[in-house]
């Protein structure tokens, strides 16, 4: 739960000390349940007033409310993934969303249409 602080705003700040951070992934709901925001480690997100306000640590261009991310799963509600890989790993592999984004695998949606890094989210 993130709960505004003094002023109405909370952060969360998802660290990547883990030995695998590429397998660290995370969502935030709103009270309603729904995934407002979702990604990987080493990123931040400011809630002000109910409204998402959100920078990765990673690239500072995208610290605005413009922020893409990654949606979550058509069916599952939850952390898109393609049956086996998430939108850090068609990152991570140069080609994948070419190659394979347009396909939606398991009915959670194509990764082009959930993945910022293949032009979703």
Not at 44 to 69: H, M
């Amino acid at each position: 739960t993130v709960c505004p602080g003094s002023g109405g705003c909370g952060t969360l700040l998802v660290d990547d000390g883990s030995t695998y951070p590429e397998e660290q992934s995370w969502e935030l709901l709103d009270s309603s349940g729904t995934t407002i925001a979702s990604g990987v480690a080493d990123t931040t997100v400011q809630v002000c007033d109910g409204v998402l306000e959100a920078g990765d640590d990673d690239d500072s261009s995208n610290d605005n409310a413009d922020e893409c991310f990654d949606l979550p799963g058509a069916l599952s509600g939850t952390t898109w993934l393609d049956g086996t890989n998430g939108c850090y790993q068609y990152e991570a592999n140069d080609g994948w969303c070419a190659e394979y984004g347009a396909t939606d695998w398991n009915g959670e949606g194509p990764a082009n249409e959930k993945c910022c890094t293949c032009g979703g989210g």
